[in-house]
DNA sequence: TAGATTGTTAATCGATTAACAATC
DNA sequence: TAGATTGTTAATCGATTAACAATC
């Protein structure tokens, strides 16, 4: 029996944002070897069933009254989201955020790889952050093309979001990874992921005023 | 006519994460007085029709044919989210990002101010982040009672995470922002905001994968 | 075997979209 | 007034939940 990899059907959003959480979930539970729904459901805090109709969207087998072994699932997830593809990213914007960025220790085991921090302020140019040497964005051109940089983080400010992003599209960046409020125009084609830091407490402000 | 302000139905969760993005839009916004649902739907790439279903989730009203007065928008939205009531938060972690939260310039806009940041590390506390001096954990105490805190981030490692969520919690804590990817066990009534900062990455990475 | 848990189909529930009347 | 855009109801679509058969 040939292995059915063809995946005809589109995954629903709700069932992609829970597999980050079974990812980041199964990451944690290292003690173990199987694991199953209704665990899983409770630590997130969502119903048993879910987790399995979820599971069915990936090549992912449960052994009845076991459960789900957790270096499979571990596998295929890590498929799906592609993190043992190593990705070299790239950070435009040396403050604050960029720094803690390319300080980030959890990069690694998702896959992606900081190769350099850009940023045109004369002053930082030079400095280190980490084990990185900040570049100035004369620069950019150049690394893209030698690590084969498809990623780029935008951590800059909010008046030269826009031209940092073209910037970026000009060198050959397939997808932004956003961090500031700006709603960055781009061409189709290219991929912008929008985080802005503040939404996780807007959801708090949010919940404790209705107490 | 009396104001009808009561808010008998519960806004739908993809509507919630839409308001926050209109929130997000306008602050941006500052350039004109009106906007139409068709030019924030475009912004965002949704319908106008979906604008404007959820705006009936608040009291929200437009003119025919001029569209939305954004300051009144803008004040309904934060007045949704309470972004006019100042709360005070306190960091634990001064590592990379606790330190980048703590000096983040953004949230003042969204009624935030860091009271202080902690650090268990004898070499850290007493230095400088921003304007703030690092400060042990033994001042947690006084710190949320003075300032009455009622929001903790952490932004600790993964192995202190619980231990420091118990802690705010015993200190009268009401709701934590976590940045770490673990899954804090809190009793009842405690918010808990997980903010994974790989989240995005992850959509990127899959989404590059298939191309 | 009996029991527990998976996997899947059908039923329900909720959100989005379409249509159109109201209105500035 | 005519036209454009809002606001709302009804129809559709999609996701979740429930039920239960399959199976280790």
Redesign the interface.
Known sequence: MSKNNNKPIEIPKPT?ERL?KY???L??EKDKEYISSEEIAE??NITPEQVRKDFTYLNINGKPKIGYHIPSLEKELSE????W?L?N?IIIGAG??G???A??K??KK???RVAAIFDNDPEKIGSLVGELSVLPLAEIKRVIKRFKV??GVICVS?NSAQEIAELLIQNGI??I?NFT???LQTPPGI?V?????????????????KE
Do not use: R
């Open positions: 992609f980050k990812h980041a979930l990451l944690q630590k997130l799906f989201f592609g993190t593809i990705d990213i604050n955020l720094s803690a960025l300080k980030y959890g990069f998702i896959g992606i498809k990623i909010e397939k997808a990874w409020p700006v709603n991929i992921e929008n985080q802005d830091i503040t939404t996780g407490i807007l959801t708090i402000k949010h919940l404790m005023e």
